[in-house]
């Protein structure tokens, strides 16, 4: 069996012979965000491969945010380390619905989470990630109707945070974190009285309402690692772990499980590895490959929303 040690240092001549950057998301396990270029939630990788200078941009996290990067880079060649890497907030929004939706409503500005499939982001008005949705809704004039989708936690919570009565929110959920229970992170508040909780606002309301922070990975990251306390009930995605740990050495993280698996993990994000990443590198397959009308109808809601504040 070759050594990981051995596939890194692969990985490190392949990376340099393509001229290539490898961004990760935090999500993914400890040995990929060591090797990796950047490693940020959705709005900072898109920002990075909006300014990457090279021929190949490696993604370690989902296809939808490979799909992003090619957006950002048509002329680039953009692989997946595991083409089958997808997203329940993807598979919840079908853009045929989201058509229809435009037909019966044009009147309305679509905005849409990240977490969607390219043909949805053609579909929309302007995209936005978790760090940034209540800057986008805040953005769009007062008196315009909004449809905010997929995802009805991040909406429910931006609608309340922005006060928008005119908005309509898609019926889509993540996996992970609208399953989190309340009932269950209020047993780990009672069982670490001295803990903190940071929460993803994709989690469901009952659990924000327990959070003393709601933000993006990244935002849960910077802010559990300026507090003074020590200790920290996370509600997201564990591979955050990671990070927290090293930035925060000595402080204490503890993640609840949601309902699906009796875990805190994406299946999805768990599904690139060492072996895969090297693979990519080597062969540049799988490789995203999009329509050009398709990329450029995206484009626009894309520097749309990273033009936004």
Known sequence: MVSAQTIVEEISEVKQRRRA?????????????DIADSVGDSLELARAAQKFEGDVIA????????ETAKVLNPDRTVVLPDIHAGCSLVDSCPVGGVRAFRRRHPDHVIVSYINTSVEVKA??????????AVQVVNSIPAEKPI??????????YVKKQTGRKNMQIWQGACI??????????????????????AAHPECPSDVLRMADFIGSTSAIIDWCTKQAAQEFIVMTESGVRYSLEKLSPGKKFYFVANENCNCSECPYMKMNSLEKLLACLDNLEPSIELPPEIMERARLPLERMLAVK
Do not use: K, W
């Open 21 to 33: 950057v490898i961004l990760a998301h935090h999500y993914q396990d400890a040995e990929i965000q």
């Open 59 to 66: 993604f370690c996290g989902v296809r939808f945010m490979a």
């Open 123 to 132: 579909e929309s008005d302007i995209l936005c990630t978790s760090r940034n």
């Open 147 to 156: 449809l905010f989708l997929p995802d009805i936690n991040l909406g429910n």
């Open 176 to 197: 992970v974190h609208a399953t989190f229970p309340g009932r269950r992170l209020a047993a780990a508040r009672v069982e670490h009285p001295d803990a903190l909780v």
